[in-house]
């Protein structure tokens, strides 16, 4: 039995990993999450409170850090600014927590001693040409389009560094596009959802040629602990689910899903230096670690993630309004 720090434990994919946490492990839980705008303690309801806590606070805040990482066995950071067109409406929160906040938290670690992973994407990578046979590996050089991405390339390259340079006990995980139960409305897959349920029309970028790679978030969650246990020291994990899909056809099967024409959904402007594609070649995690996902049919899994927004209106109506009134000023 371990102790668990969980940054940004209150958000989409932290809060299902304190869940599969409690669920399939006896490990206890602290979260430390700043609840920003995409945090919601509503997203913890119903666990144990023996198991897991709470702390509301920044992973800047360095005093904060020293008592709760001394108290912990093993750090696990998924806290961050996580939407790349907040990042380029307003970048700077993305520099303070994505780099600062790795930053603070990774000397906290240095100081204490606990072993550490951090969380983080594919898009640190860059895109792919549709038609280009490669896939991202851990060996593909980072080339991120984003303030968002650009950040979360800096922290791993913090983390590898302070592997390096301090002998921090750190493995990274860079994983594809998640979605499921608890993803905040800003993100792709529940904004269309929710926007059907008020009778609204899905909106797609640009033409939606773009490509994602679809993981259910239980399945990340799976990899991570499993990285966790069995990882070896100073190495990077891609985690992907074979779920290449276009935005598109993953719009279209909503609307089928949701008992809708697959054309009844409308063309909003383009995300501005719009990534392509991404692409999760996980070769070396299920060859070396032996993880293999479990939601290997995307549309089961959408299915069920629909069913889930449908069940669950008073977690997302909240935040339904002011989302869709930030995307009305760019016209998306
Ligand atoms: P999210 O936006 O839903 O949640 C982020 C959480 O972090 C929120 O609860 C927020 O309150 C908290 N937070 C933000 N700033 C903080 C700070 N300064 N101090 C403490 N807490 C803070 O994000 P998510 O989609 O769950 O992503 C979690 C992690 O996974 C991120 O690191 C992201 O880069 C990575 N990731 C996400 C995806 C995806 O598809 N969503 C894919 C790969 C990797
Ligand atoms: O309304 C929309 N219409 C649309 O066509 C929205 C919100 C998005 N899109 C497109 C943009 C992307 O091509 O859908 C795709 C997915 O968009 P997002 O959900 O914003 O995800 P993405 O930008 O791909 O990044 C996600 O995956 C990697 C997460 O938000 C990141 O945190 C993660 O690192």
């Known amino acids: 039995m371990a102790h668990y720090l969980v940054t940004g434990g209150a958000g989409f994919i932290g809060s299902n ?55 912990a066995d093993v750090v696990v950071h998924f806290a961050a600014e996580s939407h790349n067109d907040n990042s380029l409406n307003d970048p700077s929160p993305f520099v303070d927590t994505n780099l600062v906040g790795t930053f603070a938290l990774l000397e906290a670690v ?15 990578y860059g895109d792919l040409e549709l038609d280009d046979p490669e896939r991202f590996h851990e060996t593909t050089p980072y080339n991120p389009s984003s303030p968002y991405s650009a950040t979360k390339a800096g922290s791993d390259l913090l983390v590898r560094a302070w592997v390096r340079s301090f002998g921090v006990e750190a493995t990274l995980s860079n994983c594809s596009n998640n979605y499921g139960p608890r993803q905040h409305v800003e993100k792709f897959i529940p904004r269309q959802i929710t926007n059907l349920i008020d009778g609204v029309h899905p909106k797609l970028y640009g033409a939606g040629q773009n490509v994602r790679d679809w993981i259910h978030v239980d399945d990340h969650n799976s990899a991570v602990l499993r990285i966790i246990e069995a990882g070896r020291i100073g190495e ?25 024409p697959a054309d009844a959904y409308e063309h909003v402007t383009d995300r501005p230096g719009h990534d392509l594609r991404y692409a999760i070649d996980s070769t070396k995690l299920r060859t070396e670690l032996g993880w293999t ?29 002011a989302t869709e009134a930030k995307y009305a000023k760019t016209g998306q």
């Open 236 to 260: 990077t994990y891609l985690i992907g689910a074979d779920g290449e899909m276009n935005n598109k056809a993953v719009v279209e099967m909503i609307l089928r899903l949701m008992g809708h």
């Open 293 to 321: 996902p479990r939601y290997t049919h995307f549309e089961d899994g959408l299915a069920a993630t629909i069913d889930w927004y449908r069940a669950n209106e008073a977690w997302w109506r909240p935040m339904k309004q």
């Open 110 to 124: 240095r100081r204490h001693g606990a072993r550490y992973h951090h969380i983080s994407t594919d898009e640190v």
């Open 17 to 71: 990993f304190v869940r599969s946490v409690v669920d399939d492990t006896d490990h206890t839980v602290t979260v430390l999450d700043k609840l920003t705008y995409a945090g919601n303690t509503a997203s913890l309801d119903g666990l144990p409170e023996n198991r897991v806590d709470l702390v509301v606070g920044d992973i800047c805040d360095t005093e904060l850090l020293d008592g709760l990482v001394r108290g």
